[in-house]
């Protein structure tokens, strides 16, 4: 790969595994983060999970198009990015030119969380749905038959390092139960707080994709910790 040419990507879909462990670049140094990306890719991370934050869905504000096409010529592994943002569908078409693999958007920033889910996937996009904790989880079940991603929030959304909320597990089987009731080929992807002991309780819930930060970027040997969370999910 040449200075400035995009990495060549790998297919989001393709991978045989049974979990996915997706590091949450939100959580890394900014300061080294082509090395951070690089600790990651190596250690067998499945997608990279950018959170787009704008400051009025959520408090905090991150990035925009520009740093995910820059990330994009860092690194192949699938981007899966989070729009924390109010208005999400005015952002598909900028940040699938940047190089979004998958686009996930909130249902309470949406009328309809599968047409959204539609205008994503007439992009070529996988397509992602979301819900707040306090948001009723039906609305994400609602969505399924247009998802490619069901995500479970399981902290507030908004800053990385939350504790694990305890309501989660009993929202992530009410997901599971009805994406294999109705046999959607759709991910249950948790977020927040996952680290050894939660990602275990997440996956005895029935989730198989795991959003991992603080407990990977934090952590004194990351390539390790992203490993180990890895045996952890297994093993549950």
């Not at 990035?63 to 592994?77: D, N, S, T």
């Not at 699938?78 to 208005?87: A, G, Q, S, T």
């Not at 309809?112 to 007439?122: E, G, V």
């Not at 948001?135 to 908004?158: H, K, N, Q, S």
């Amino acid at each position: 790969m040449t200075a400035g040419e995009p990495a060549v990507r790998k297919d989001s879909w393709s991978q045989p595994r049974r979990y996915r462990i997706c590091p949450s670049i939100l959580s890394a140094d900014f300061a080294r983060l082509a090395d951070e990306i690089a600790r990651v890719e190596r250690a067998g991370a499945d997608f990279l999970h950018i959170d787009i934050m704008d400051g009025q869905f959520v408090p905090s504000l991150t990035f925009g198009p520009i740093l995910v096409e820059a990330m994009r010529r860092l690194c192949a592994l699938p981007f899966d990015v989070h729009l924390m943002v109010v208005e999400p569908l005015r952002f598909l078409e900028p940040f699938a030119r940047a190089g979004a693999d998958h686009l996930i958007v909130h249902a309470e920033t949406v009328p309809d969380l599968r047409a959204a889910a539609r205008a994503i996937r007439a992009r070529g996009l996988r397509a992602g749905g979301v819900v707040k904790p306090g948001t009723p989880i039906e609305r994400l079940v609602e969505a399924l038959p247009d998802l490619d991603i069901a995500l479970v929030m399981t902290v507030e959304p908004g800053q990385g390092g939350q504790p694990f909320l305890e309501s989660s597990p009993a929202r992530i089987a009410a997901v599971r139960a009805a994406i294999d009731a109705a046999g959607h080929d759709c991910l249950l992807l948790v977020d927040g707080g996952i680290g050894e002991e939660t990602i275990a309780r997440a996956a005895r819930a029935g989730a198989d994709s795991f959003v991992a930060g603080h407990s990977i970027f934090h952590a004194p040997d990351p390539e390790g910790a992203l490993r180990r969370l890895r045996a952890a999910v297994e093993r549950a």
